[in-house]
C-alpha cells in the first residue's frame, strides 16, 4: 500500500469551481495515493464530472458524480453547503440551476471587483477570469490573483481581510434555501448530503432539529468525516446520522495546495482524515 492510509475521498474540488487542478489530474493522483474511490464536488456545477469518469475507466479510479451547493438557512450565518452524490449531471433540472447560479456568480464578480477597487485592492480582472478559466467563478479565484499582484500575502489574508468579512457578506449574491438543493439534487436521482456541520453557525436551533427540518426536505446523509473534524465532532455526527437514518460520509474538500495549503488530497491535514472504506452510502450510489 502506498503512503495515503485512506483508500476513499468524497469531497474534492477540480478546475470546475474554485480548484486548482483539472478532473483528470486528481483521479490521477489519487490512483498515485491509492484510493480506489473519489467523489468530485464542485461549487455549483456538473461540469468537470464527465472528464472525471473517463479518467476514471482510463486510471482504474471509481469515481463519484458529486457537486456541492452553496445555500442559506434563514436561521444559518456559516457556510450552509450540501453534497450531492450519484447524480445524473444532465438532468435538465440541475443542468438549468446550475446555469443560473454561474450567471450569478459571474454578475457577483463585477461586484466584486468595484468592492475590492473602492478598497484599493482590486486585482486584474483579466488575471481573476485567467485563474477561473472554463471553470464557475469563485472568491478563490479572486484571493489567487490578490496574492500574485501583493495586496496581500496569502489567500487566509486575503479571505480574512477582504473576502469573508461582514462588508463582503452584504454583496454576496442570494443564495437559495437548502430545501431547492436537497429536493433538487433528489430530482436529478442523487442523494443530498449536509456537508461539514462544523462550519455552520447555528443561531436559534440545535444541530439535531436542523437535522430534523432537512429530513423532511429529503436530506439523505451527513458528512461525518472531514478534514478539520476533532474525533469527538465525527461521534457527534455520527450518532447524529444513525438517529436521523441518514448515511455518513467523509472526504478532505480538497482543492489544491495553492487555495488550501494545508489539506490534502486523501490525507486531509497532517494525515489526520480517516475515511472509513466500507461506508454503506458506497454501495448504494450508482456510478
Ligand atoms: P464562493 O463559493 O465564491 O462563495 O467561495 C467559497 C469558497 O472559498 C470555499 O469553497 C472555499 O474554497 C473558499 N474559502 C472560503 N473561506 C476561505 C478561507 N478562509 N480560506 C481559504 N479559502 C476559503
Ligand atoms: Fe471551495
Ligand atoms: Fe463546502
Ligand atoms: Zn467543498
Request: with cysteine.
Amino acid at each position: 500500500m502506498s503512503i495515503g492510509q485512506n483508500l476513499v475521498d468524497m469531497h474534492v474540488h477540480s478546475t470546475a469551481s474554485d480548484g486548482q487542478y483539472t478532473p483528470t489530474q486528481l483521479v490521477h493522483m489519487a490512483q498515485n495515493l491509492g484510493l480506489t474511490t473519489i467523489a468530485i464536488t464542485d461549487h455549483d456545477t456538473t461540469a468537470g464530472l464527465a472528464e472525471a469518469k473517463n479518467a476514471g475507466k482510463q486510471f482504474g479510479v471509481r469515481v463519484l458524480l458529486g457537486a456541492e451547493f452553496n445555500t442559506k438557512h434563514p436561521n444559518v450565518d456559516g457556510s450552509f453547503h450540501v453534497l450531492g452524490y450519484g447524480i445524473n449531471p444532465i438532468h435538465p433540472v440541475l443542468k438549468d440551476v446550475c446555469a443560473d447560479f454561474s450567471a450569478q456568480r459571474r454578475e457577483r464578480a463585477e461586484r466584486i471587483f468595484d468592492y475590492l477597487k473602492t478598497l484599493g485592492v482590486c486585482p486584474s480582472p483579466q488575471r481573476v477570469y485567467e485563474i477561473a478559466g472554463s471553470g464557475v467563478i469563485g472568491r478563490p479565484h479572486f484571493a489567487r490573483a490578490m496574492v500574485e499582484e501583493h495586496f496581500v500575502s496569502n489567500i487566509q489574508e486575503a479571505f480574512a481581510r477582504y473576502l469573508d468579512t461582514p462588508e463582503f457578506q452584504r454583496l454576496d449574491r442570494i443564495k437559495p434555501h437548502p430545501k431547492t438543493a436537497i429536493e433538487m439534487i433528489t430530482q436529478a436521482g442523487g442523494i443530498a448530503v449536509l456537508a461539514h456541520p462544523s462550519l455552520l453557525k447555528l443561531r436559534e436551533r440545535t444541530l439535531s432539529s436542523l437535522v430534523s427540518e432537512l429530513k423532511d426536505y429529503g436530506l439523505g446523509g451527513i458528512e461525518c468525516y472531514y478534514s478539520t473534524f476533532t474525533p469527538e465532532q465525527s461521534q457527534e455526527y455520527l450518532a447524529l446520522a444513525e438517529q436521523f437514518k441518514l448515511y455518513s460520509t467523509g472526504g478532505s474538500d480538497f482543492h489544491g495546495e495553492v487555495v488550501k495549503p494545508d489539506i490534502k488530497l486523501g490525507l486531509g491535514i497532517n494525515n489526520s482524515l480517516f475515511v472509513p472504506p466500507d461506508l454503506k452510502i458506497l454501495e448504494v450510489l450508482r456510478d
